[in-house]
């Protein structure tokens, strides 16, 4: 194990970042410190297994309004830990949902957006929206009814803003009536546009 850290380390040097992280790790916590605080690393871990679990998933889903809903059910109940794997992604969601505003009311109540963190709250405020954005893109995907009328419903509150609202509405949902477009482009947005921001 030495000498593979010793190669690694004489081609990228990593003796310096090993110290630095030896003597981080080294230091006492303040005394302010709590359980509290361990709310944004379990936010991260969950995140991590929506990643693989969401990676995972792509492989057998199809979205296509016609093959989305037997490509879930296969994913359920043909393919080999499908079921939990669907499972865990669909209740890792709603606990990401949970700690992302259970940790954003820690920071707001420990006074954790003040200066000269200010940044680092708008920072998670921008990705608490995108959480919820895949929240909402992603109740689609399994084209069931529970999905196709909560979407319905919540584009057409969307279409009911002033100015924008209708063209917003149908740029969405891919036209004037919900169905295949409708479906493809929350995929694109779940899975791709989402996933990059």
Same mark, same amino acid.
């Given at each position: 194990?030495?000498?593979?850290?010793? %190669?690694? /380390?004489?081609?990228?040097?990593?003796?310096?970042?090993?110290?630095?992280?030896?003597?981080?790790?080294?230091?006492?916590?303040?005394?302010?410190?709590?359980?509290?605080?361990?709310? !944004?690393?379990?936010?991260?871990?969950?995140?991590?297994?929506?990643?693989?679990? @969401?990676?995972?998933?792509?492989?057998?889903?199809?979205?296509?309004?016609?093959?989305?809903?037997?490509?879930?059910?296969?994913?359920?109940?043909?393919?080999?830990?499908? !079921?939990?794997?669907?499972?865990?992604?669909?209740? !890792?969601?709603?606990?990401?949902?949970?700690?992302?505003?259970?940790?954003?009311?820690?920071?707001?109540?420990?006074?954790?957006?003040?200066?000269?963190?200010?940044?680092? %709250?708008?920072? @998670?405020?921008?990705?608490?929206?995108?959480?919820?954005?895949?929240?909402?893109?992603?109740?689609?995907?399994?084209? /069931?009814?529970?999905?196709?009328?909560?979407?319905?419903?919540?584009?057409?509150?969307?279409?009911?803003?002033? $100015?924008?609202?209708?063209?917003?509405?149908?740029?969405?949902? @891919?036209?004037?009536?919900?169905?295949?477009?409708? $479906?493809?482009?929350?995929?694109?947005?779940?899975? @791709?546009?989402?996933?990059?921001?």
């Amino acid at each position: 194990m030495q000498r593979l850290w010793d %190669w690694f /380390d004489e081609r990228l040097h990593l003796a310096p970042l090993w110290d630095v992280l030896q003597e981080n790790l080294r230091k006492p916590s303040p005394r302010h410190v709590n359980w509290l605080f361990t709310m !944004g690393s379990a936010l991260l871990l969950l995140l991590g297994v929506q990643l693989l679990t @969401g990676v995972l998933l792509m492989v057998y889903y199809k979205p296509s309004g016609r093959e989305a809903f037997a490509s879930v059910e296969a994913i359920m109940y043909e393919v080999p830990l499908g !079921g939990l794997t669907r499972s865990a992604h669909n209740w !890792g969601s709603h606990l990401i949902v949970i700690m992302a505003l259970l940790h954003m009311f820690r920071v707001f109540f420990y006074g954790g957006y003040k200066k000269p963190r200010e940044l680092t %709250w708008i920072i @998670g405020v921008g990705l608490l929206a995108v959480i919820l954005g895949f929240g909402f893109t992603g109740y689609l995907l399994p084209w /069931d009814q529970k999905g196709y009328y909560a979407t319905q419903v919540s584009t057409k509150i969307m279409g009911n803003a002033p $100015l924008v609202g209708q063209q917003a509405q149908e740029l969405i949902q @891919g036209g004037p009536k919900y169905g295949h477009h409708t $479906l493809t482009r929350f995929f694109a947005l779940h899975a @791709g546009l989402l996933p990059a921001s």
